[in-house]
């Protein structure tokens, strides 16, 4: 694997944050098919803001952390090379696809010309569309890995950490919340 400017591997996390997220109870069904996943109180409706009456700031939801992602200069930055890679290998085989079929369909002497033995023209162009395909195929795994994957997992764990660490926060609060009416 060849590495990246200015990283030292042991800053770079390679594990995935959200592959033990179904075990964890995120995302399984609850038997009735309605989805498990914990849903955070909904701060905006509770009476005369009782967040800011003590002393706590509103923070951020999951949807407000994934948008600001989305926004960010690391977020643009991967989908650009995405798009730099994906447009033009698209179009490329695209045009090679349609002029496969357009020299078959026009060209049908051209497409029958021998060469070698009983081999003619369509056939070693057809299988050049299935060897296009695997070039493709390996070229973009390539280009994901060398120039997408590990910003695109750095992003991935500064969500996982902050929407992690708002739901801990969440019940928290609501602990102490429960608690205080429990005092009372």
Same mark, same amino acid.
């Given at each position: 694997m060849e590495k990246q400017d200015g990283r030292a591997a042991a800053e770079l996390r390679?594990?995935?944050? =959200?592959?033990? $997220?179904? &075990?964890?109870? =995120?995302?399984? %069904? *609850?038997?009735?098919?309605?989805?498990?996943?914990?849903? &955070?109180p909904n701060t905006a409706a509770s009476p005369a803001g009782a967040g800011a009456a *003590?002393?706590? $700031? !509103?923070?951020?939801g999951a949807a407000e952390i994934y948008l600001e992602v989305q926004r960010s !200069?690391?977020?643009?930055? #991967?989908?650009?090379?995405y798009r730099r890679f994906v447009g033009p290998a698209t179009l490329a085989f695209l045009l090679w696809y349609l002029a496969y079929v357009v020299a078959a369909t026009t060209a049908p002497g051209l497409m029958a010309r021998? #060469? #070698?033995g009983a081999v003619n023209v369509a056939m070693v162009a057809g299988l050049g569309q299935f060897l296009s395909t695997f070039l493709l195929t390996w070229a973009y !795994?390539?280009?994901?890995? %060398?120039?997408?994957?590990?910003? !695109? %997992?750095? %992003?991935?764990?500064? #969500?996982?950490?902050?929407t992690r660490s708002e /739901?801990?926060?969440?019940?928290?609060?609501?602990?102490? $919340?429960? &608690? /205080?009416?429990?005092?009372r």
């Open positions: 390679t594990d995935d944050p =959200w592959y033990d $997220a179904p &075990a964890s109870g =995120w995302g399984e %069904l *609850d038997g009735t098919g309605t989805p498990t996943t914990p849903v &955070a *003590d002393g706590h $700031a !509103a923070r951020p !200069a690391a977020f643009q930055e #991967v989908r650009r090379r021998p #060469v #070698v !795994a390539r280009h994901a890995r %060398l120039h997408r994957d590990r910003d !695109a %997992l750095d %992003l991935r764990w500064s #969500v996982f950490d902050r /739901g801990h926060r969440t019940r928290a609060e609501e602990h102490r $919340a429960t &608690a /205080g009416e429990r005092r």
